[in-house]
């Protein structure tokens, strides 16, 4: 990234000594000085100290709304009154039994009561190892070994997940993943027909096709609907697992998620993110048939040659499953996420008003309760201009100009808005007057952009 200091940034910097401080420790202490490679600002990030409801407040005493609330897992705000008091009772209760307990099997009925299509539930401790195991069920289901990705949709951070996520797609995201592993993962464009076809056809290997039914990375390359109905059918007839990895659109998009919201359902759904109602934890949902390979019988030979080996020592851990409890049971009729749906539209749209006004070349979209953001559509040519536009993957996936991203995160924190550098997450906790100071925070921040010739 270009470092050139604006005032947005010298401003940014004036105004948080206490984080840059803790930053320059970090650095000595914490490989990189961060926990997650999104969690990366220049010229340093922001230390939260407390957060509640839909606020947070960072070590050098500034309020911000927040709109990563919990990297979308809080949808409910920070520190629901539901949530905290489940915790709290659950704390002293213990922590970490060792043991099945109860609490687990009634946040496993709660998922299936959400999600009526789906039969079983298995827990485990992230999105990435939900999206891990579903990969695992689908092969050993299937006794074939390939698995489709797209290009541009994430899936965690493990091996098989680290292929076409940023282009250029064919050149895996991060150093130390071994060719045997990238071998195994056949990349296809998003929303292509003609290319999924092309790529799967003659071949019978393959296991399973994974995606974000919402389109790759939150939203970012939005989905084709009708591309998704035919991966369904075709997955459907070719004895192919279909997964849906909906670790943010599970619990969001309706109850029942995106497969909810779109009528599209998968063999294999994973979760985590709301699931585990911010505290960590994920899970595998889907038929019994496909979830039972993790069953032990009385059959030794199965157990030891053909079920599926599943471990974690915190999967379903009793706080995450309290946490999570008691979040799904108020996102049970759907009208929270009605709401964060509303505020959802009324943000966007009062975005683009802001935009077009101060005729700055930003494009927001996204569905639901979520926010994209794209800096500099025009100047790289990206049509967004008709409700089936397929604008181009590469260049969305891309971001180009990312320095331009971090200034304008830097001066909506100026402004009293936490908002991550591509797409914010709306909570129930997000007033209108929430978002009417969003929006100005938004005029003012891009008019600095603009001023400082950021945009
Ligand atoms: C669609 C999707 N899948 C998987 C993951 C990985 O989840 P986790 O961060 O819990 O490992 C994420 C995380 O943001 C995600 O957005």
Redesign the pocket.
């Known amino acids: 990234m270009k470092k050139t200091e604006t005032s947005i940034y010298e401003q940014f910097r004036r105004a948080h000594p206490r984080s840059e401080s803790l930053f320059g420790q970090a650095r000595a202490a914490i490989a990189g000085g961060l926990t997650h490679d999104i969690r990366h600002l220049h010229p340093f990030p922001i230390y939260a100290d407390r957060a509640h409801g839909s606020r947070k407040w960072d070590v050098d005493g500034h309020e911000l709304i927040d709109y990563w609330i919990g990297?979308?897992a809080l949808i409910l705000g920070h520190g629901h009154p539901a949530v905290r008091g489940a915790i709290a009772n659950q704390l002293d209760r213990g922590t970490h039994y060792g043991a099945c307990h109860e609490l687990e099997v009634q946040w496993a009925e709660q998922v299936l009561k959400l999600n009526p299509r789906v039969e079983r539930v298995r827990f485990v401790g992230?999105?990435?190892?939900?999206?891990l195991l579903a990969i695992r069920l689908a092969r050993a289901a299937t006794g074939r070994g390939k698995i489709v990705k797209f290009e541009g949709?994430?899936?965690?951070?493990h091996d098989y997940?680290a292929v076409a996520v940023r282009p250029p797609f064919d050149r895996p995201v991060s150093a130390g993943v071994p060719q045997g592993v990238l071998d195994e993962i056949l990349i296809c464009p998003p929303n292509d027909w003609d290319a999924f076809i092309t790529l799967v056809s003659g071949r019978d290997d393959i296991a399973g096709v994974i995606l974000?039914p919402e389109g790759g990375s939150?939203g970012t390359i939005p989905t084709n609907h009708d591309f998704l109905r035919r991966l369904r059918e075709f997955t459907r007839t070719q004895g192919i697992v279909l997964i849906f990895?909906e670790?943010?659109t599970g619990f969001r998009l309706a109850p029942g998620g995106a497969q909810q919201r779109y009528g599209i359902y998968a063999d294999l759904t994973?979760l985590?993110?709301i699931l585990a109602g911010g505290l960590p934890g994920?899970a595998v949902v889907g038929s019994a048939s496909l979830m039972d390979q993790l069953a032990f019988t009385d059959d030794p030979t199965w157990n030891r040659e053909k079920r599926v080996w599943h471990a974690g020592t915190f999967n379903a851990n009793p706080l995450s499953a309290a946490a999570g409890l008691a979040t799904l049971l108020l996102l049970a009729d759907g009208q929270i996420q009605i709401g964060a749906d509303r505020a959802g539209e009324i943000l966007r749209n009062g975005l683009t008003e802001v935009i077009t006004a101060l005729g700055v070349d930003v494009c927001v979209y996204g569905e639901s309760s979520i926010v994209n953001l794209f800096l500099e559509p025009h100047r790289h040519g990206l049509v967004f201009d008709r409700p089936d536009s397929q604008p181009d993957h590469h260049l969305l996936m891309d971001h180009p100009n990312q320095e331009a991203y971090h200034r304008l995160r830097c001066a909506l924190i100026l402004h009293g808005v936490d908002f991550p550098l591509f797409h914010g997450w709306i909570s129930a906790a997000h007033s209108d007057e929430d978002i009417e100071k969003t929006i100005l925070a938004f005029k003012a921040a891009l008019r600095l952009m603009r001023d400082e010739g950021a945009l």
């Open positions: 990297h979308g992230s999105g990435t190892e939900a999206t949709h994430f899936h965690g951070w997940a974000e939150c990895d670790v943010i994973t985590a993110k994920g």
